[in-house]
């Protein structure tokens, strides 16, 4: 345990300089952007080390694996994100721990998750998944509205109880424009995220950035960082 106390610390040591010389050389300031540790496939045991070194917000991607992860972890001061595509049967779970749901991209996820939230007596935050790989109003590969449909989207959360619009999320496509331009594809979600503002203006997070681009998606001026393997290390197998 304490080999791998020190070694998450040096790893968290590192990303922190990261994401602080991105921040500086994008002329922002280090508390403009939250790091979120992307804890899945990885134990409850290192959330816990992770927590006492600091670390505040915490992701997973598999209702099977968060929730128990969750509840063992219940006593620590984080906030849970859910970052995976989720289906409509796995919802009433994700409620019960998540405080945000950064992949919401359709009108039947957000109808169940605010019917989940106001019977769990919870208040979900909700990022709009966008696929930039998507047409006008097609979805993504990997799920995800496309940009033509978060207006509409945005209305239906921000009117649903038991949810709150807190802003848009999006990966770095692998297909399409914005393949291998990972700035450009940030910088677009900025310009999504203004668009956004104007009807919603406190749905101002936006969620983008990983262990291999987060200095692209800081200098488009993201608000958080979702960070896995920099930090826990090269993830196991799933087999």
Same mark, same amino acid.
């Given at each position: 345990?304490?080999?791998?106390? +020190? ?27 939250? *790091? ?17 070194? #600091? ?28 970052? #995976?595509? *989720? ?37 979900? +935050? ?8 998507? #047409? ?43 393949? #291998? ?59």
């Amino acid at each position: 345990m304490t080999d791998r106390k +020190g070694e998450l610390a040096a790893n968290l040591a590192k990303v922190e300089e990261r994401i602080t010389a991105a921040c500086v050389s994008a002329g922002r300031e280090r508390e403009e952007v939250t *790091l979120i540790v992307v804890t899945k496939t990885y134990p409850a045991s290192d959330v816990r080390i992770l927590s006492g070194l #600091g670390v505040r917000h915490v992701a997973e991607n598999r209702d099977q694996d968060a929730a128990p992860k969750a509840a063992a972890c219940s006593d620590l001061p984080l906030s849970w994100h859910f970052v #995976g595509q *989720l289906q409509t049967n796995k919802v009433r779970s994700v409620v019960a721990y998540a405080d945000v749901v950064q992949s919401v991209d359709r009108a039947k996820l957000v109808t169940a998750l605010s019917r989940e939230a106001v019977r769990a007596g919870r208040e979900v +935050g909700c990022l709009l998944q966008v696929a930039l790989d998507a #047409g006008e109003s097609a979805r993504g590969e990997r799920g995800g509205v496309a940009p033509g449909g978060i207006e509409e989207l945005a209305d239906l959360v921000a009117g649903a109880p038991g949810l709150r619009l807190d802003g848009l999320m999006t990966v770095a496509p692998l297909t399409g424009e914005y393949a #291998g331009r990972q700035r450009a594809a940030f910088e677009r979600m900025m310009d999504l995220s203004t668009d956004l503002r104007r009807a919603h203006p406190a749905a101002n997070m936006v969620s983008a950035g990983m262990s291999a681009d987060l200095e692209d998606a800081v200098a488009a001026g993201a608000t958080h960082v979702r960070i896995g393997t920099a930090v826990l290390g090269v993830r196991p197998r799933l087999g």
